[in-house]
């Protein structure tokens, strides 16, 4: 397993101890904003250019938009309907089952990662799912066909900083 730079652990450890005593979890950092999440313990790169909506009742995750593309990014327990644990290979497996709309053009599964990438209503999307303790965090990014050269950096800045948090 790689080392985590001392960087990144300083860093998370100060924005989860800053949410907590402020309630705020998006920090600008290098021209990016980062989001963490509290609940699932999971933090995502943005642009600047992403305005955030709120986060969702649940405090599950919350919804980035630059009225041209999207990022939603959310946590779920890692069971399924019946309550049992599933494997992130499970989850992988029922990801792209289940996905009867989504015609998948890229998928790779990972140590404690997957990521898949496809269309979708008419629509290009990046999705990059992780394992967290005893849950997953999922981040999407959307955008129309016609704006791939614009989102394809923003894509590979989500998908390599979607990570879980320092604990």
Known sequence: MKNIHPKII?????????????GQNI????????????????????????????????GDGRSFSDGRAN??????????????????????????????DRKITYSKLGKTFYVLSGNEDGRVFYQKTIQLTDAFGTAILDYRPAD????????????????????
């Open 10 to 22: 300083l860093l998370s450890i100060v924005m989860l101890v800053w949410s907590s005593l402020f």
């Open 27 to 58: 920090f600008k950092e290098n021209g990016v904003a980062v989001y963490c999440n509290a609940r699932f313990k999971y933090c995502i790169h943005c642009p600047l250019t992403m305005h955030a909506g709120p986060e969702a009742e649940n």
């Open 71 to 100: 990022i939603t990014v959310y946590g779920r327990g890692n069971w399924n309907e019946e309550g049992e644990t599933l494997s992130l290979q499970e989850k992988y497996t029922e990801d792209i089952s289940e996905q009867k």
């Open 148 to 167: 791939s050269i614009r989102y394809k950096n923003i894509a590979s800045l989500i998908l390599q900083n979607f990570k879980r948090a320092a604990d």
